[in-house]
């Protein structure tokens, strides 16, 4: 059966059925993908985009109605870089094809090779020997051979097979598939796609069949970063939309900043890949010139090390809000659940995006105060089923969960594995959740094994203590978390509270003095009386934009216990917003009596 024109549902049925073949071959992509990074995630990101697709495009009137329904989803659920430069050829060739119902097959022939102008536009640095070179040759074949046939049929057929013969000759392009014995994963996922078109057009009716995409709802997780990056740290996604000035101005501000950029789509709306050291200083850029949505960070350092260079055979996760210093982190391999923050439209992941000195410089300018997000369920989902994945088993230390929802979706989804991840409710915020984590890493760094902890993990947070001397209650009003009438009389009378947390995790004024001189007299005393009759493990302390302060607590407690603190770090974003610049938090944890 010749198939002479291609429109809107004929398309969306091809789109459908290379869609089921790129799923089907996800585990197979991971395994050979070595370029640019030896992720072994191009399967689960290609998945991913075609997912996204499926989910969000829709049948048009007319091809090019449906192609940029299909443009659209692709630009804003692609992932990695495998499933941004599929998104960005589909929105050229949404771009490319002619405004018609029906195209021959030399219109869309046409329209496909004007299309891999687009791709290689969205590159700083193309790189042939990958999905570019293979969509390139494979179009190329499209527009000489178009003019010999006007059937589809035939021409997808042929033009399959030149796909094939061209993703076989990637590894003579690049040095890294040769000596990996490979070719590269995003061609093999592009072919594997149009594999898929070809088998149903020979084998599918296009007159009955059931337009419902299907695709696994539990994408399999894969072994991740099976080498270190060499270069960058982390693997940085964004949607940018209604972007001032030309591309080029864009990718020019930012392209010092990494490599591996892609910005695929126009200035109304741009899917950004880059991996970076410093995602601070992109965001910055970023928020300068566009809105900003989807923002995804992943670390690839920690990837490869729980994959592949693990310390410990117990993993060890906590969130952000733990406040923990990238030194200890990086020397125990934690990995870390982030935040999210909302300051205005604007969205930052705690600590990555946004650091703390930005953050309060920010903070004194702004006239309304930003909201902190919790993590999304599949940001928990994700890191914690890698980690359990990879180690013997995993120790999971939340936030307490009377300040957050953390614990009870990291709880939901250790239910599901109760003899190889648990998550402890640590009923701790910031630094003292951050040293019973610390306290956690120790042991398992001591040889201790998971069930040893694990007994004791409840009683060392019962021996924790945190004492925060508030500088000025002016952002627990704003946050809610103080009512407006008690921070007006605190104000007046010039209160400085001293706020601890009770046995459950919940916020508890300790005391309060009209000075800070006197609360930090008040907090030293306090700690004193504690080691008359008990042994100190460790202590730490945090500040919010406030280092003398810090410097004065531990001057005071270095003299008092006789040795330093585990260290002094600033208040991390999502928790110094609802306690303000100049706060200082001192953890303490004693030893179980």
Not at 336 to 364: C, H, T, W
């Amino acid at each position: 059966m010749k198939i002479g024109y291609l429109d809107g549902k004929r398309f969306y049925r091809g789109l459908v059925a290379g869609a089921r073949e790129l799923v089907s071959k996800q585990a197979y992509l991971n395994k050979i993908n070595v370029f640019p990074v030896a992720d072994a995630d191009t399967g689960l990101n290609m998945a991913l985009t075609v997912q996204a697709i499926l989910q969000k495009s829709k049948i048009g009137k007319s091809l090019k109605e449906t192609l940029k329904t299909v443009a659209d989803a692709a630009l804003s659920g692609a992932r990695g870089n495998s499933g941004i430069i599929l998104a960005q050829y589909l929105h050229g060739l949404s771009h490319e094809l002619p405004e018609k119902g029906m195209l021959s097959a030399q219109s869309f022939a046409q329209g496909a090779r004007k299309a891999v102008n687009h791709l290689y536009d969205s590159l700083l640095n193309p790189v042939e020997g990958t999905m570019l070179t293979v969509i390139r040759e494979w179009s190329d074949f499209l527009v000489e051979h178009s003019a010999k046939t006007q059937d589809f049929l035939q021409l997808l057929t042929e033009s399959l097979a030149k796909a094939k013969k061209s993703l076989q000759e990637t590894p003579k392009h690049l040095k890294v598939l040769a000596e990996a014995g490979v070719v590269d994963a995003g061609a093999s996922g592009f072919v594997a796609f149009l594999e898929g078109v070809v088998n149903y057009i020979h084998k599918g009716s296009l007159r009955d069949t059931d337009l419902k995409a299907y695709v696994p709802a539990d994408l399999e997780n894969p072994v991740v970063h099976s080498s270190a990056p060499e270069k960058y740290r982390y693997c940085t996604e964004a949607i940018l939309t209604n972007c001032q000035g030309d591309l080029s101005a864009l990718r020019d501000m930012i392209k010092n900043l990494g490599d591996s950029l892609i910005l695929a789509g126009n200035t109304e709306k741009l899917h950004l890949h880059i991996h970076t050291n410093d995602p601070e200083s992109l965001f910055g850029i970023l928020f300068s010139r566009s809105e900003v949505s989807g923002v995804k960070i992943d670390d690839m350092l920690r990837q490869f090390q729980i994959s592949n260079s693990r310390l410990f055979p117990i993993g060890l996760i906590t969130d952000s809000a733990a406040n923990l210093p990238q030194e200890i982190i990086d020397r125990y391999q934690i990995a870390v659940i982030p935040y999210g923050l909302n300051f205005g439209q604007r969205y930052y992941l705690d600590g990555l995006s946004l650091g703390a000195k930005s953050f309060y410089e920010m903070l004194a300018q702004s006239r309304t105060l930003p909201k902190s997000s919790q993590p999304s369920p599949l940001t928990v989902k994700t890191i914690l089923e890698t980690s359990a994945a990879n180690y013997e088993k995993v120790i999971c230390i939340s936030i307490s969960d009377k300040l957050s929802g953390v614990y009870q979706n990291a709880k939901a989804i250790a239910q599901t594995m109760p003899d190889k991840l648990k998550v402890v409710n640590s009923r701790q915020l910031a630094v003292t959740e951050g040293l019973l984590t610390l306290r956690v890493a120790r042991a398992i760094e001591a040889g201790h094994s998971y069930e040893e902890i694990i007994s004791q993990v409840e009683t060392w947070a019962d021996n924790t203590t945190i004492y925060t001397d508030i500088y000025t209650l002016r952002y627990m009003v704003k946050g809610g978390r103080v009512p407006p009438l008690a921070g007006l009389v605190a104000g007046l009378l010039n209160l400085k509270p001293i706020v601890s947390l009770d046995k459950e995790g919940k916020a508890l004024v300790y005391g309060k003095s009209f000075s800070r001189k006197r609360n930090l007299a008040k907090i030293i005393g306090i700690i004193g009386d504690e080691l008359k009759t008990r042994k100190l493990w460790e202590y730490a302390i945090v500040h919010a934009a406030a280092p003398e302060r810090a410097a004065e607590y531990a001057e005071k407690l270095t003299k008092l216990t006789g040795k330093k603190p585990a260290y002094i770090t600033e208040l991390t974003p999502v928790v110094g917003v609802h306690n303000g610049p100049g706060t200082v938090g001192i953890g303490v944890v004693y030893e179980p009596i």
